[in-house]
Structures are given as structure tokens and as C-alpha cells.
């Protein structure tokens, strides 16, 4: 499948303040915890884009996609990631925590 993606970001490493991986019947999805700034605007480009995707990219990498389906005013983002296996998904979300941690640390 080919998604034709935006080359404007979303949403950037600084606005994550965290992820986890979350268990679903239908594999493992990561949750996406953002500022407070990232969810007003994230609310915003979520009501002017209702059945667009969203692509989580990685390294420049798209690895995950997400159909924005209603506002999102909750700060938190789900997406299922194109992971080989769990293990990749908890090494990933260990990978994202330390960077965004890094990153939130440099911002204050």
C-alpha cells in the first residue's frame, strides 16, 4: 500500500512526552502521551482532517498509520506499528522514552 504522505510533520519529538506499548486484541498498539501545547494543536489539525491518515514515521521510516477519525482533544495517540515482532515494539518505546525524556529535559 502506498500512503502519499505530507513532508510537514504533525506532530515532532518534542511533543511527546511518552509512549507505551499497549497490548489489543488485534496485536500491539503505542500510545502516544503529548504536551498539553501538542494536544490543543493536535486537536485542531485532527477536526480540519476527519478520515485523512496519520503516519508515524521513525527516523524518517513510516512504520505505523492511523486514520484520524474524529477531534482528538485527549492528548493521547493510538497507533499499531509495522514491527516484526513485540519485542521490536518494546525496544522501540524504550528507544522513544529516553529521547523524549532527553528532549523534555533540554526544553525546561
Known sequence: IRVPM???A???AQDILGAMAVPTEHGTWLTFQLTSAATRDFYTTSMKNKSLRLVLSVNGV???VTTI???N???RIN???ELKDDNDVAEL???IN???ADIQRRLK
Do not use: F, H, M, S
Open 6 to 8: 505530507n513532508p510537514k
Open 73 to 75: 482533544n485527549t492528548g
Open 93 to 95: 518505546v524504550k528507544d
Open 62 to 64: 513510516p512504520i505505523g
Open 10 to 12: 504533525v506532530l515532532l
Open 79 to 81: 497507533i499499531y506499528p
Open 98 to 100: 529516553a529521547t523524549c
Open 69 to 71: 477519525t474524529t477531534g
